[in-house]
């Protein structure tokens, strides 16, 4: 079967820092994805992730643990623009068929 | 500034009225998606074609929702009869086959009555 776990909603302070986690059992593995969606938005792309490690990119960054079926998006200097839900996907092993989770809604306060 | 775009962005329909969504995937990409997002699923994958061709489909509701690509610049998602339960947000996304990630559309909006 597929499952994807997140948050249902995490608040954190501007400035500050917060990870969001994601675990995933799926029948197959080709990789992960860390979309941001602002509310009435369409999702857009942030990161990827099909090797064990750390993912930079500015101040998003995305691990991954394929032997643990898990991984987890880091913003740093949080802004308020970053209010927004974050979704983790898993992309099977045999083509391009992406299972999306439900999505944590991120909220920043000043 | 290549886009995904699709069409209606809002729709309103009666119950058992036909509803057609069209997508026009940005130039060049060979796979397309279609999703349904709603507030108790997410985001659900209909189905998704790979140089026109359908490769799945398994998550769209056979008897009332069809998907087609007529040719490469166009991708259409039909439901007949529509039902208040496919109230949702429908979005279009394309892709390349050797790349990473996905570009979304705006998403149709779509209610039921």
């Known amino acids: 079967g597929q499952n994807i776990d997140q948050p249902t909603e995490m608040t954190a302070t501007e400035g500050a820092i917060v990870q969001i986690n994601c675990t995933y059992q799926?029948?197959?593995?080709?990789?992960l994805f860390w979309y941001q969606q602002h509310a009435g938005e369409a999702p857009t792309f942030l990161s990827y992730?099909?090797?064990?490690g750390l993912e930079e990119k500015g101040r998003f960054s995305s691990f991954l643990s394929r032997s643990k079926g898990y991984s987890y998006l880091l913003l740093k200097e949080l802004q308020m623009k970053d209010s927004a839900s974050y979704l983790c996907?898993?992309?099977?092993?045999?083509?391009?068929?992406?299972?999306f989770g439900a999505g944590t809604r991120l909220f920043v306060k000043a | 500034d290549a886009r995904v775009t699709q069409t209606p962005r809002h729709k309103v329909t009666e119950m058992g009225q036909e509803v057609t969504m069209r997508c026009q995937p940005i130039l060049g990409h060979n796979t397309v998606f279609w999703y349904r997002q709603t507030m108790m699923q997410g985001l659900e994958l209909l189905a998704y074609f790979r140089n026109r061709a359908p490769l799945d489909d398994s998550g769209m509701p056979k008897d009332r929702f069809s998907a087609e690509m007529p040719d490469a610049t166009l991708a259409t998602l039909k439901i007949q009869p529509s039902e208040p339960r496919d109230s949702a947000v429908y979005f279009c996304?394309?892709?390349?086959?050797?790349?990473?990630?996905?570009?979304f559309g705006p998403g149709t909006r779509l209610l039921v009555l």
């Open positions: 996304a394309s892709g390349l086959l050797e790349a990473e990630t996905q570009y």
């Open positions: 799926t029948s197959g593995f080709n990789g």
């Open positions: 992730n099909v090797l064990d």
């Open positions: 996907a898993v992309r099977d092993a045999g083509g391009f068929k992406t299972i």
